[in-house]
């Protein structure tokens, strides 16, 4: 429909007698007001249609149209056109982004297990105050806030609006919190750094009443950093009765559970792609 | 001529009342009434069982005494929102094993037909002579209940809360879990090719998992698409560990050059409660003939299970996926209560069979 609109009008500035005339600035800042000088005489319509908007206002030919910053927030091509009894004409103008001020930041993955090399993308897109994207380049600040630590920053120049870094996750879990910064806005994100698969997962088991209480000892990944409470373990016990399985839950550090033994016993554990030791006990010793 | 057309009327009403009561099977329960034999006598009770006469199919046993009669109408009405309470009985199958003149012993396949597809279930019922008549003797259900107890469970339990809608763009969102499919096995069958294999779950919280997959020929166009359904455990809490399953009846391997395969994983609500241990498990022929693995269910939780799933996944030497199976278990797991299961095991595939994996998934009416 705009570009219908357009062409209409860029049609009448062809054919009109040139008795009305319209001068534009070549180029406006967003959010900036403007005058639109015309000339000629009698009444005329105003039309003005942006990237996002388009509006039409009764004026009178040779006079100047003041043009609101609220009708200009939106970057882009404009055209303004004056419709007289004698024809129409047009003139285009352009609306450049304001200052930067303002940033969409997007940091993936929202988890991530500790030790992951470039596992953490940061995205930061500049806009202005008006969300129009920033080409121009920009100074971004990036800083890594990880708990209890200095807070480490890096300064990148957008490229077409954007600027990132990807980082390497921490060895230690916990949340990190990563900010970017630009202008007046300063935006946060948090990253859970988890820990990675179980390292070294070993089992012991003592004498219960139903049998054998068979737990883990403190679960850790390679670094040295707790798995989370609610990773599964998977126990196996064959003895002459049949197999035995359960998955547990670790609680608290550790996977525990009860479990019937008849005769001599073999017990192993995995957890997701990860096995343990094996433990050989014998009921009734 | 005034006459003779309600005449007619009536005669036609009687015969279609009379063809009626032969089809409904009036003849076999009227002959059965006296139970002279056995099967009569199961089959009379299985009959006003299925026709939800639990005061008739009572009456026929002849052990009234120690049978509570409740626990008689739960064992096939079902209890505590198990999969029988949403079943019917469809049929039964009766034959005899051994016999004498005082007391026989009947094996019965009860097919029900459950929200989940169908379900059998074998028995072997003694039967004993009461006079003229024979009377099913019915086993007096001695399972141990839990005494009254506080169990405290402290188990995690994980929410999610969703970037709103109203939300602007580029706020920070939590990403889906990460779940990766471990193995894929393309088996040819004799109705149609079988994927088997296992999905882990690789994240730090839980997820609902479903694994597709599209077969492709060999001009690389799609032939046929199928999801797992429900042969998997969808809820897979951190580094858990499913099996799966993907039909495709009437497929043929010639005809497949290559499998896209697709896990796709959302964030869920879940409970780490309840845990199921899985016991004595082991490969065995059923009295039917058939392989099936076999074992118990013990719930270790507080909560009552409604309705467990099991699914198995068969290894070779190798530790290759060879096969899944599942099966639904009729009973509601109780706390401490173990409960018996059998899955199915296709004869060809169980000489290839070196080991298993047994996951309980369950279906509950607060939570699934």
């Known amino acids: ?285 | 001529m005034k006459r003779v057309f309600p005449l007619f009327l009536g005669g036609i009403t009687l015969v279609l009342i009379i063809l009626a009561w032969f089809t409904s099977g009036g003849v076999a329960r009227r002959e059965m009434r006296q139970a002279n034999t056995p099967e009569q006598a199961v089959r009379l009770m299985l009959s006003q069982i299925q026709g939800h006469n639990f005061d008739a199919a009572y009456a026929r046993l002849s052990n009234r005494g120690d049978v509570d009669k409740n626990a008689f109408i739960r064992e096939f009405n079902g209890s505590y929102g198990s999969l029988l309470t949403y079943s019917s009985l469809e049929n039964f199958d009766i034959w005899g094993l051994h016999s004498s003149d005082q007391e026989s012993t009947m094996r019965v396949r009860l097919h029900y037909s459950t929200g989940v597809g169908p379900l059998d279930d074998v028995r072997d019922v003694k039967v004993q002579k009461s006079g003229d008549t024979w009377k099913v003797f019915w086993p007096v259900n001695n399972a141990t209940k839990l005494p009254p107890q506080v169990i405290p469970v402290n188990y995690l339990r994980w929410d999610v809360i969703g970037r709103g809608a109203g939300d602007e763009w580029g706020v920070q969102n939590v990403d889906t879990p990460q779940v990766r499919i471990l193995s894929m096995n393309a088996i040819q069958r004799p109705d149609g090719v079988t994927l088997v294999g296992e999905v882990v779950n690789e994240d730090s919280v839980p997820a609902f998992v479903n694994v597709g997959a599209t077969l492709l020929d060999h001009a690389g166009n799609e032939i046929a698409q199928e999801s797992s359904f429900d042969k998997i455990a969808h809820t897979l809490l951190p580094k858990q560990v499913s099996p799966y399953r993907i039909d495709f009846p009437n497929m043929r391997m010639e005809k497949i050059k290559n499998v896209r395969m697709d896990a796709k994983a959302l964030l869920a609500a879940a409970s780490a409660d309840p845990v199921i241990e899985v016991n004595q498990q082991k490969v065995e022929t059923d009295p039917l003939g058939k392989k099936v693995l076999s074992g118990q269910l013990t719930n270790e939780g507080g909560q009552v299970v409604d309705i467990p799933h099991v699914i198995v996944s068969y290894y070779d030497s190798n530790g290759k996926v060879v096969w899944v199976s599942d099966g639904y278990v009729a009973q509601p797991l109780l706390p401490q209560v173990p409960v018996p299961f059998a899955v199915d095991l296709p004869a060809d595939i169980s000489k290839n069979v070196q080991s298993y994996h047994v996951v309980v998934n369950h279906f509950d009416r607060v939570s699934s």
Request: with cysteine; proline share 5%; glycine share 10%.
């Open chain 1, 1 to 285: 429909m705009r570009a219908v609109i357009i062409a209409a009008m860029m049609c009448f500035s062809g054919v009109s007698a040139v008795a009305s005339e319209i001068h534009a600035p070549a180029q406006v800042t967003a959010g900036t007001a403007i005058t639109i000088r015309t000339s000629g005489s009698g009444d005329a319509t105003f039309y003005l249609v942006g990237p996002a908007s388009a509006s039409k206002t009764k004026v009178q030919a040779g006079s100047n149209i003041p043009i609101d910053s609220d009708q200009l927030e939106d970057a882009g091509r404009y055209v303004a056109a004056l419709c007289a009894s004698d024809g129409c004409t047009a003139a285009n103008f352009f609306v450049k982004p304001a200052a930067a001020n303002k940033l969409s930041f997007l940091v993936h993955p929202s988890r991530v297990p500790v030790g992951t090399p470039q596992g953490i993308t940061a995205v930061a897109i500049v806009h202005d105050s008006f969300r129009n994207i920033v080409l121009q380049p920009s100074p971004v600040t990036f800083s890594i806030m990880a708990k209890n630590e200095k807070s480490v920053s890096a300064a990148r120049t957008s490229e077409n609006g954007v600027a990132w870094v990807r980082l390497t996750s921490a060895k230690k879990g916990g949340p990190t919190r990563l900010g970017a910064a630009i202008g007046h806005a300063d935006e946060i994100r948090v990253v859970q750094q988890v820990a990675a698969d179980a390292c070294n997962l070993r089992i012991k088991a003592s004498r219960a009443k139903r049998g054998f209480l068979v737990e883990t000892e403190p679960v850790h990944d390679c670094g040295g950093n707790p798995v989370p409470d609610g990773t599964v373990v998977s126990f196996t016990e064959s003895d002459a009765a049949g197999k035995t399985t359960v998955d547990v839950p670790i609680k608290r550090g550790v996977a525990k559970i009860e479990m019937p033994i008849d005769g001599s016993a073999k017990i192993t554990v995995a957890s997701g792609v990860v096995t343990g030791n094996e433990l050989e006990v014998t009921g009734g010793q």
